[in-house]
């Protein structure tokens, strides 16, 4: 039986349907409770999470989506997948299931990335003393380049791509790839921005994350994201830090189409969730920490796509830091940075469904039982 999850149109919408998974995950684990925790009362925005805890539990089941805002669209139609076909699929007595519906409110309401302090809450995950570090000085020389301090006209749409092709004439193509995504301090108005602090959605994400692995033998966490990769493919990204090679990982999850992000010291990626939580489980000596984003490319990830995605980005924020020349060209950026994280494109959505639903079946059967 094949049933089409919802994608929402808006915040409100996906805030409704996440508490109807609160009645479904009820009628399974009768003991679910709905946590809550304040994040920006100005908003009516919190941070919250169903949990379902059953006393001989053995193992857990995380889910979240949202971590970057604007994906949790996307995102909210997979989990929605998840509790309608998989739920039913695990062992309430020996399970214990913690859903997230969005990590960062205030991003998917505003459709942005990012949190209210422009963080990239996916590079925000640093132990205190990287905080007081500069963490990639080089994205400085980027920055104005890249990002020029005015409004957005619609001759930016073309001038990205001279000011890049000057950059990369002078930098290389790797210089941009390893200097531009892997997070950076120095640069609060930039892009992928770790922030000074760690962030409340990231403080209680970890309080909610880190005591799992004391308790259960395994968690399975499972992190919706949308943007990177091939158009409509779902691909398993796994941290550079996970002990399994992408061999090993496929076999277990049981899908194809697995990767590890490069552990690499010379340019690391700074802030990584799933890099934190497995550093945290090597050093506790923990073997059972499944932590994976689950990733659904949009608009491709050959050279001309992967440039259009980085305008989509770099216009965006341009946009949100300085406004636009006229209302119609700030409407160009919004729907080209949608195209980006949420497709309005049919076929696109039911790619993704089908491939999240195989993603899916493959990690219940190999993880979950
Ligand atoms: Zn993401």
């Given at each position: 039986m094949d049933f089409s999850p919802f994608f929402p149109e808006t915040f409100e919408e996906a805030r409704e349907r996440a508490g109807t998974w609160f009645q479904q995950v009820k009628a399974v684990w009768p003991e679910a409770q709905w946590r809550s925790k304040p994040l920006y009362p100005e908003e009516g925005l919190t941070f919250d999470w169903i949990e379902a805890v059953p006393s001989a539990a053995r193992r857990a089941l995380v889910l979240s989506a949202g971590l970057h805002g604007v994906e949790g669209y996307a995102g909210t139609a997979m989990l929605d997948l998840f509790i309608r076909e998989f739920l039913s699929r695990l062992d309430p007595k020996t399970t214990a299931l913690y859903l997230v519906p969005v990590i960062n409110p205030w991003g998917m309401k505003h459709r942005r990335r990012t949190n209210p302090e422009n963080v990239d809450l996916n590079r925000n995950v640093l132990d205190e003393e990287a905080f007081h570090r500069d963490l990639n000085p080089d994205y400085m020389t980027l920055a104005p380049v890249l990002h020029p301090e005015r409004p957005v006209g619609w001759g930016d749409r073309f001038l990205f791509y001279a000011r890049i092709l000057r950059y990369l004439q002078r930098e290389g193509m790797t210089g941009l790839r390893n200097i531009f995504p892997q997070g950076q301090s120095v640069f609060p108005k930039g892009m992928y921005y770790t922030g000074k602090t760690r962030q409340p959605e990231i403080q209680a994400l970890l309080e909610l994350l880190t005591p799992l692995m004391d308790r259960y033998e395994r968690v399975v966490y499972l992190d919706m994201h949308t943007g990177?990769?091939?158009?409509g493919r779902l691909t398993l990204v796994f941290p550079?830090?996970?002990?399994?090679?992408p061999e090993e990982l496929r076999e277990r999850t049981q899908y194809p189409r697995v990767t590890k992000v490069a552990a690499s010291d010379f340019y690391p990626i700074h802030g990584d969730l799933n890099t934190y939580l497995a550093k945290r489980a090597r050093e506790l000596g923990h073997p059972g920490l499944y932590a994976m984003a689950l990733e659904v490319g949009t608009l491709g990830d050959t050279t001309l796509p992967q440039l259009r995605s980085m305008r989509a980005l770099i216009l965006e924020n341009q946009l949100y830091w300085y406004g636009a020349k006229s209302e119609r060209v700030a409407r160009w950026v919004r729907r080209e940075f949608l195209a980006l994280?949420?497709?309005?494109?049919d076929l696109w959505r039911r790619r993704t469904v089908a491939q999240t639903r195989e993603a899916y079946e493959g990690i219940v059967t190999g993880l979950l039982r």
């Open positions: 990177y990769g091939a158009k550079g830090p996970d002990p399994r090679s994280f949420y497709p309005d494109d």
